[in-house]
């Protein structure tokens, strides 16, 4: 991973044998929104409530994780799920990713 703080919107670029792909900050609305551009294959998007960890990665209009910390009672600690049939190693990188990019 590797982050891009010369761009006008905050980005993360990861970097896998599957294809590399980057997290952008969406600019439109209230909530912060993040797209995910593959290099290889269709593009991806994560809405909800990203800050509280509330949030849902989705890749033409089918989820493909959800991310939640209401699983947990520590602090600090949330779960994601991964779809069958997904790169679980790609959608972890995104999820850091977007943690990182709504740290203040």
């Known amino acids: 991973m590797q982050e891009r703080k010369v761009r006008v919107r905050d980005s993360m ?3 896998s044998p599957g294809g590399n792909a980057t997290v952008q900050k ?6 912060a ?3 995910i551009h593959m290099d290889s294959g269709p593009d991806m998007s994560a809405h909800g409530n990203l800050v509280d960890h509330e949030y849902e ?3 033409d209009g089918d ?7 209401k699983w947990f009672r520590v602090r600090d600690s949330y779960g994601v799920e991964v779809a069958p049939d997904q790169d679980d190693a790609l959608i972890l990188a995104i999820t850091v990713c977007i ?5 203040d």
């Open 63 to 69: 989820t493909v994780a959800t991310v939640s910390k």
């Open 33 to 35: 929104r993040f797209k």
């Open 26 to 31: 969406a600019m439109v609305g209230i909530r």
């Open 13 to 15: 670029e990861i970097e």
């Open 99 to 103: 943690d990182e990019l709504t740290r």
């Open 57 to 59: 990665i989705e890749r």
